[in-house]
Structure formats: C-alpha cells, structure tokens
C-alpha cells in the first residue's frame, strides 16, 4: 500500500515550452501532496504544498506563476513548469499524505521526474 | 530557526562493518523524525520513524536507530553493512505541517 507515481519519468524539453508532471497516489487518498526539488548532489527543497480542491502554498522564493500547481482530486496533483528555461532543470519529487492513515505525519514519495531543458 | 544537520557528506564502511549515519536536529516541541535512502534518479524510500516511545527505532532492511533527547540527535545505524546499503541517506524531521531534511549523506560499502 501508500505508492505514488509520477509520470513522466524523465522529460526533455526546448527552452520556452511547458511541462505537465503528473502525482499520483494509487492506492490511497491525499488531500495534501508536497512538490520538492533536488538539486545533483543537494537535499530536497520544499517547493510547494498543494491541498486538494484550494490553492497551492508556497515556499518563499518559489515563483507561483512558474510553476502552477493543481490538485484537482483526492489522488491527483499536477505541477506544471512554464515557458521553462535550462536553469529548471532538475529532479523534481512529489509526495502525498494518506488522509485515512495511521499516522498523519507520513508523507509517501513518488519515483521523481528528471527534467531536462535544452 | 528549525532545521536538521547531517554533518558528514560521506561515511565509507566495509561491507560487514558496523555503520553509523549521524543526524542531529534543531525543531520546536517533540520531534516527529525520519530516515529516509534514496538511489539514484529515484525518489525517497521511507526507512524508519520515531514518533513518540522506544529510543531505539527499527526500521526497514536491517536498519534502526536511536533518539536521544539530551543530545538531539537521530543516529541510523546498521550492526553489518551490506554492498546494496549504498546510498544516499536523509533524516528529516517534522515541523509545522513540513518536512524539513537534512542535506544528505552519501553511504558507501566497499566490498
């Protein structure tokens, strides 16, 4: 039980498109998922947290109109990243908390989307 | 301000050794922490919690590790080293509705 999926798996893309990461939670409902970046070699930067059916929260620093955030149902969250530049290039990784779980704090991780732009 | 420290980039062990990845924390209240390993371009594989209880935490693949107050600290630990225990290791610990991680510490067992 508790996975998440996350697709793509890895994504290459021109500089000035847009890029669609899907979260998924598959066997569980999260009303709240968390948006991370890891930069090679660093720890996991809290992005965002998106909360199911309202607007995202982000971290200081974040630029909202860059990367948009929705959680359109209990299982899925999406992070775009537009008009992306090389300089967003990273690994980005989502999490979800289970709603109905023992333990409110856990969070469960996707696999991470490598992004690349060119 | 909150945070968490890994204070070695790199632990090196040989595989049958004994390890020990150190974790230190500065949070508000009763820590809620975490041990997480990730392998490369993969996402964060939970290991082991301590929210409350037993210092003494076991957790997936063999690992555990202790809570001590006094010292704020969150040590993991493994009696033997396997070569597949190499990694990236992180602890986290809980603060207001967020993780917070620690920068992160490359395992390495060398056969």
């Known amino acids: 039980g508790a996975v998440v999926s996350q697709h793509p798996s890895w994504v290459i893309c021109k500089s000035g498109t847009s890029v669609k990461i899907e979260c998924r939670s598959l066997?569980?409902?999260?009303?709240?998922m968390f948006w991370y970046r890891q930069f090679p070699k660093q720890s996991l930067m809290l992005m965002a947290t998106?909360?199911?059916?309202?607007?995202?929260?982000?971290e200081q620093g974040v630029e909202k109109d860059k990367f948009l955030i929705n959680h359109a149902s209990l299982t899925l969250s999406t992070l775009t990243v537009t008009s992306a530049h090389p300089e967003d290039s990273s690994f980005y990784i989502c999490?979800?908390?289970?709603?109905?779980?023992?333990?409110?704090?856990?969070?469960?991780f996707g696999p991470g989307t490598r992004l690349t732009v060119l | 301000a909150q945070s968490v420290a890994q204070p070695e980039d790199q632990v090196n062990v040989a595989e049958g050794n004994p390890l020990t990845v150190k974790c230190t924390y500065s949070?508000?209240?009763?820590?809620?922490l975490f041990w997480y390993v990730q392998y490369p371009n993969r996402g964060l594989q939970f290991l082991l919690k301590?929210?409350?209880?037993?210092?003494l935490v076991k957790g997936s693949y063999g690992f555990e590790a202790e809570f001590n107050k006094s010292q704020t600290s969150f040590h993991l630990k493994k009696p033997s080293a396997l070569v597949s225990d190499s990694a990236l290791y992180f602890c986290?610990?809980?603060?207001?509705?967020?993780?917070?991680f620690g920068t992160g510490t490359r395992l390495q067992v060398f056969p």
């Open positions: 999490s979800a908390r289970d709603l109905g779980g023992l333990d409110y704090n856990e969070q469960f």
């Open positions: 066997d569980f409902q999260a009303t709240t």
């Open positions: 301590y929210i409350t209880g037993d210092n």
């Open positions: 986290a610990a809980y603060n207001t509705d967020k993780l917070i």
């Open positions: 998106s909360n199911e059916g309202s607007k995202a929260t982000y």
């Open positions: 949070v508000s209240g009763n820590p809620y």
